[in-house]
Structure formats: structure tokens, C-alpha cells
């Protein structure tokens, strides 16, 4: 099983480097006032790629911070309830 993902993966680099050698001519990026930034067209979509991952990181840090708060809110919550709960006598027949 190892030896298949190890081909996979060397599929999927060779797949992206012929993609990258293909694509190398420059390409202009224009801003506002004026700025333009030229590099190769891989070059810009990795940029652009990995902008966008780390966006995705930066959503997903919220909720995962939320819910952590959230959780630990529950467990003192649930600790104050153990602790309050005082244990149960056993009941006696009184026959």
C-alpha cells in the first residue's frame, strides 16, 4: 500500500512539474494605481494558491478556537455539577 501512494505521488509531482515547464511564459498582474507585478504564470497561481490556503486556515482557526472554548466551558460546567451532587443514602427496609 505504501509502495502505491509513493507512485501516486511521484504521478501527481511529474503531472505539476510538466504543468509548471509549460507555463512559464511571464504574465503581468495588474493593481490599482498603477502597480503591475511580472513573474511566470505558475509562479503567480503558487502564490495565489497558497494565499488562499492560508485565508482557509485563518477561517477554519476561528470556529476550531470557538468550540475549544466552548468544550472547556462544558467540562468546568460539568465538574461544578459533580461537585455539587451530594451522594445518595442507601435506603433501609424498615420491615
Do not use: H
Amino acid at each position: 500500500m505504501r509502495y502505491l501512494a509513493w507512485v501516486v505521488k511521484a504521478l501527481l509531482f511529474i503531472l505539476v512539474l510538466g504543468f509548471a515547464l509549460k507555463n512559464a511564459d511571464p504574465v503581468e498582474v495588474r493593481y490599482y494605481l498603477g502597480y503591475s507585478w511580472q513573474a511566470p504564470l505558475v509562479f503567480i497561481l503558487l502564490v495565489f494558491f497558497c494565499l488562499g490556503v492560508v485565508a482557509g486556515i485563518f477561517a477554519g482557526l476561528s470556529r476550531v478556537y470557538r468550540q475549544r472554548r466552548e468544550i472547556l466551558a462544558l467540562k468546568k460546567a460539568l465538574r461544578n455539577q459533580s461537585q455539587s451532587v451530594t451522594p445518595a443514602t442507601p435506603w433501609v427496609d424498615g420491615a
